[in-house]
């Protein structure tokens, strides 16, 4: 059973800090790693994805992937008021594209 | 730039109705995936079309259908709703893996 671990918060960081988002899977044999932001009532969207070991930076987002302990990591610099919203991990395993999904975080940033 | 369009966005269905969501994409897009979200429980897929022609089940896919019309329209049918079925219902496409493009998503609720 392929499992992508969340912790579902409330994650509360005061405005302008960095707030650390972290995701852990089961499966060894994952390839690409999700980051989604959901507002509430609304869809999903894709922020930022990392295939290999290491940081990815794209501006105030850094996601850091370390396959040996199978955990996937979001950082966001100075937080705002308007990153408040639930962070969504997605882990793709297989060739035909599917994504395993953690149930999300929900992060609020306090001005 | 209309991307992934999902109709209706609400409906409220009584036990035992039927009825059929719609989803287009104007991205060219080969693969497409019926989810529903539930409070708690992250993105469930129900179904899923990796190219036109071809459907496939998910994880929860009893009480649906599907219909991948071309390569840009992928309908999910409700032949007798019940309330289980109250849920968040989202659209989405992906071409080669590089994350998913959600539509904005319909609203059930089965009474």
């Known amino acids: 059973q392929k499992e992508v671990e969340q912790n579902s918060g409330p994650l509360s960081v005061p405005e302008g800090a960095i707030a650390s988002l972290n995701c852990t899977y089961s499966d060894r044999g994952s390839q690409s790693f999700f980051w989604y932001r959901q507002y509430s009532g609304k869809s999903p969207e894709l922020i930022m994805f990392i295939y290999s070991n290491g940081d990815k930076e794209d501006g105030r987002f850094t996601a850091q992937l370390n396959k040996a302990s199978q955990y996937v990591s979001l950082l966001i610099r100075d937080s705002q008021p308007s990153d408040s919203a639930t962070y969504l991990c997605a882990v793709m395993w297989d060739s035909n594209y599917q994504l395993i999904w953690g149930a999300g975080t929900k992060l609020i940033i306090k001005p | 730039n209309a991307g992934v369009t999902q109709t209706p966005k609400f409906q409220v269905l009584k036990t035992g109705q039927s009825m059929t969501l719609q989803c287009a994409q104007d991205?060219?897009?080969?693969?497409m995936y019926w989810y529903r979200q539930d409070p708690g429980m992250g993105l469930r897929l129900i179904y899923y079309s990796a190219s036109e022609g071809t459907t496939d089940k998910g994880e929860v896919p009893n009480g649906y259908n599907v219909s991948r019309l071309n390569k840009r329209e992928f309908s999910l049918r409700l032949e007798s709703a019940a309330p289980s079925q109250t849920s968040v219902y989202f659209c989405?496409?992906?071409?080669?893996?590089?994350?998913?493009?959600f539509g904005s998503g319909t609203r059930l609720t089965v009474v």
């Open positions: 991205m060219n897009h080969n693969s």
């Open positions: 989405a496409s992906s071409e080669d893996g590089n994350g998913y493009t």
